[in-house]
C-alpha cells in the first residue's frame, strides 16, 4: 500500500497546497467535517483513493474522485438554498443511505 503515490496533476483544493499525492488528498478529506464526509461524493473518492493506494484501481479514477467531490462541495457551498438539480446537471444532494 503507497498513499505517497503522486497524482499526474495535481489535484487543486480551495484551501491550502494541491494536492500533490494520495496522502494529501486523504489529509484533505479528513479535515472535512463528519456530515460533509459522509455525502455520497466524498465516499466515492475515498474509496477511490483507497484502491488506488493498494493498487486495486487507477490513479486517475481516484483523482476525478476528488475533483467531483470537491465539484459537488462548491456548488453545494454557492447555492445552499438550491432545491433541485438544474437542467443538464446531476443532483448533488448529499445522500447518506447511500451505500458504496
Known amino acids: ?13 480551495p484551501e491550502g497546497p494541491p494536492a500533490q499525492t494520495l496522502r494529501d488528498a486523504a489529509d484533505y478529506v479528513r ?8 455525502c455520497q461524493e466524498w465516499r466515492l473518492a475515498v474509496q477511490m483513493l483507497i484502491d488506488a493506494a493498494e493498487d486495486r484501481g487507477p490513479m486517475l479514477f ?3 474522485g476528488i475533483v467531483r467531490a470537491l465539484e459537488a462541495y462548491v456548488v453545494k457551498t454557492l447555492n ?15 445522500d447518506r443511505d447511500a451505500s458504496i
Open 31 to 38: 479535515k472535512l467535517p463528519q456530515p460533509e464526509r459522509d
Open 1 to 13: 500500500m503507497s498513499w505517497d503515490r503522486p497524482f499526474a496533476q495535481p489535484v487543486p483544493l
Open 62 to 64: 481516484a483523482r476525478m
Open 80 to 94: 445552499p438554498e438550491r432545491q433541485g438539480p438544474s437542467p443538464g446537471q446531476d443532483n448533488l444532494k448529499c
